[in-house]
């Protein structure tokens, strides 16, 4: 199957579901996110997700990952739909088939999706102040000053971790 959103060819991959069901989705390494048929990612089991995490970590570039502005469905070709949703008081988005074919949805937010990344609490910003004076934004790469702010000045994205003890 071709990205839709940058048209390369995505690596089919199978991993287990919950309830001993494999879930069969795409990957695309070259702007860093997954296809899901309907429903595919709540489906995949907890060890799943965080092996996902592995592959993530090998496929980051340093750059921040495109996004077209016109993606299609890949089994409908109808528009795509862009999403805002939340879990567990993450936000994350995603672009959705209006048929419920699926959604494709960028690596990071998947990880927001599965409570792996999440903002920092003001005590965790205060600890952090402790150790690193600045931090780049992963959304936009602006520079962060922890003497003085709790967000990105320049698109307003939390100061946020990945956490491997949390999770779906």
């Known amino acids: 199957m071709n990205c839709p959103n940058c048209s390369a060819e995505m690596t ?27 429903y595919e990612s709540l489906a995949l089991a907890n060890a799943s997700a965080q092996y996902l995490i592995t592959l993530i970590q ?7 990952a495109t996004t077209s502005e016109n993606l299609r469905c890949p089994r409908c070709f109808d528009n795509l739909v862009w999403t805002n949703d939340i879990q567990n008081d993450e936000r994350f988005a995603y672009w959705r088939c209006p048929r419920d074919h699926g959604r494709i949805i960028g690596f990071l937010d998947f990880l927001r999706e599965k409570n792996f990344i999440h903002a920092l609490t003001p005590l965790e910003i205060k600890e952090l102040r402790q150790k690193i004076q600045v931090l780049n934004c992963k959304n936009c790469g602006a520079a962060i000053d922890l003497a003085k702010d709790s967000s990105c000045p320049h698109c307003g994205s939390p ?9 779906s």
Request: net charge neutral; glycine share 6%.
């Open 159 to 167: 100061i946020s971790i990945v956490d491997m003890k949390l999770g």
């Open 12 to 38: 089919a991959m199978t991993l287990d579901g919950r309830m001993d069901k494999t879930i069969a989705f795409d990957m695309c390494s070259s702007c860093q996110s997954f296809w899901f048929d309907k």
């Open 58 to 64: 090998q496929s980051l570039t340093s750059g921040k």
